[in-house]
């Protein structure tokens, strides 16, 4: 099969989308199959490293986001011959903004069939931005219609995701088809490496919260609660790991309520075997997010043995049995507070609860791009039909 994956983050952005994508390209292609990645222009470095084609066009730096770009494929005419020299079997998108429309426009003009995956939970973006709940709505509406609607077929992550894209407005059959992870084993070394990297301490709990520095991930429900698990004379260490639009507010936060000392803040980690000791070297793995669609992050911490605490009825928290393979908690700071401290009163319950996530939450992207080849084929043969 000849594939076209489009979406507007990809390397270097290690956020869930970009990745997935880039996973998504890296593994069809070395099944064998051509895949192209359709992408803005960042530097990704020497092209000949990775095993499938990148198709980019010109792009600039988001204001406020410089890891994220906003592109402009209409003006770049380069970019537009190389897409025209170029046969797809079949386009799946991973973003309703330009790579999406533009994937739209290729399938449309081509007459192949078109796959959405529906990552994010765009109502809450659009929220954020216009504060209007009635805009927000009505933006939604409008994407559902212009976007996903127009797709053959849309993928979904988890069940609690499918849902949600129905309530948007979305008529088109939903397959859901979850994530998939590198499965590996985190040695000590790589651990201790982390701690010595972070400045981690070994006396007490480690929390940790991987993702977005942005309210809309639960970082406000992780600060209160950590306000009043200190209050109790708990001692522990929070770390947030990433970067986003809300990173300043997020540290002022962090000195009102108290918790500067208790607090390190890592910023952007490119260096993926540093990250693995980050999770691997966590205690508990701190994730109240009810935006997310899918919890990537939430399989990585498992696969170096760290169990998760997620919100109850999430998309995060699907694959999550509370208590076995992790914790689930209420909305309320207070309740989170409770289940973390109820987590790591009992080390060997927590170590427990860890390995047996890790034996239960990760799948295999190798896996997963088996089924998702068979996906293709059978819609590129419906469409032959």
């Known amino acids: 099969m000849k594939i076209g994956e489009f979406s507007d983050s990809f390397l270097p952005v290690v956020d869930g989308v970009g990745r997935v994508a880039y996973s998504y390209c890296d593994h069809i292609a070395r099944k064998g199959h051509e895949c192209s990645a359709i992408v803005p222009l960042t530097k990704m470095g020497y092209r000949g490293q990775y095993p499938f084609e990148i198709i980019d066009y010109y792009s600039k730096s988001m204001p406020g986001m410089p890891q994220y770009k906003f592109g402009a494929p209409v003006i770049d005419e380069h970019y ?6 170029t ?6 998108i991973h973003t309703p903004f330009i790579a999406g429309q533009e994937g ?3 399938a449309r003009k081509h007459d192949i069939p078109l796959v959405g995956t529906f990552h994010s939970k765009y109502y809450d973006d659009f929220y954020q931005i216009s504060g209007s709940r009635i805009l927000a709505g009505l933006s939604t509406d ?10 053959d077929e849309v993928w979904t992550l988890t069940e609690n995701s499918a849902r949600t894209l129905k309530a948007y407005g979305c008529t088109k059959n939903i397959f859901i088809l979850p994530n998939g992870m590198d499965v590996h084993s985190v040695s000590e070394e790589t651990k201790d490496n982390a701690v010595r990297e972070f400045g981690l301490r070994r006396d007490v709990p480690v929390f940790l919260y991987v993702g977005q520095q942005n ?3 639960g970082i406000g429900q992780i600060l209160e609660a950590c306000e009043e698990l200190k209050k109790t004379g708990t001692g522990f260490q929070l770390v947030l790991a990433g970067q986003g639009p809300h990173e300043e507010e997020i540290h002022r936060r962090t000195e009102e309520l108290g ?22 070297a966590a205690s508990l793995f701190v994730f109240p997010s009810d935006y997310d669609t899918y919890a990537m992050v939430v399989r990585e911490a498992a696969n170096a043995g760290t169990a998760s605490v997620c919100l109850k009825n999430s998309a995060a928290a699907e694959d999550i049995v509370d208590g076995e393979n992790g914790w689930l908690c209420g909305s309320e700071a207070h309740d989170l507070c409770e289940v973390m401290k109820r987590a790591v009163e009992n080390p060997s319950r927590l170590k427990e609860v860890g390995i047996n996530a890790m034996h239960t939450l990760p799948q295999s992207w190798d896996s997963i791009i088996d089924r998702a080849l068979e996906r293709y084929q059978i819609l590129i043969d419906m469409k032959q039909m």
């Open 142 to 151: 409008v994407m559902m219609a212009e976007f996903f609607n127009k797709c």
């Open 215 to 217: 309210w809309k991930k």
């Open 80 to 85: 537009q011959q190389h897409l025209s020299m």
């Open 259 to 280: 918790l500067s000392e208790d607090t390190v803040f890592t910023g952007h980690i490119l260096n993926t075997e540093l990250l693995d000791g980050l999770y691997g």
């Open 87 to 92: 046969e797809f079997d079949i386009v799946h």
């Open 104 to 106: 739209i426009r290729y």
